[in-house]
């Protein structure tokens, strides 16, 4: 069965650097579309980043571009999110995401930003 695995979160400083991971299984992971989402308390799921079956073209939300890279190995099925320069809004749980009709996520990681 499809299985997403997050991991790589934790408490970091303002301006500092995390490195999220998402392990993938269970399903024919070169082919898909893979999405980071997260989700802060209070707030509604957004999407992060999407980045294509090939790697080939990454979109980013507004808030995140320029400080946030989405990248995947179609070899190792992982997908990876580098947080550069984050920031207190950044707090989330972070959520990798695939759809193959049915939508599957994985068990989140928390990211804290906070001096």
């Known amino acids: 069965q499809v299985q997403l695995v997050e991991s790589g979160g934790g408490l970091v400083q303002p301006g500092g650097s995390l490195r999220l991971s998402c392990a993938a299984s269970g399903f024919a992971f070169s082919l898909y579309v893979m999405r980071w989402y997260r989700q802060a308390p209070g707030k509604e799921r957004e999407l992060v980043a999407s980045?294509?079956?090939?790697?080939?073209?990454?979109n980013y939300a507004d808030s995140v571009k320029g400080r946030f890279t989405a990248s995947r190995d179609n070899r190792k099925k992982m997908v990876y999110l580098q947080m550069n320069g984050l920031k207190p809004d950044d707090t989330a749980v972070y959520y990798c995401y695939v759809d193959r009709d049915v939508g599957y996520w994985g068990q989140g990681t928390q990211v804290t930003v906070s001096s």
């Open positions: 980045i294509t079956s090939t790697g080939n073209r990454i």
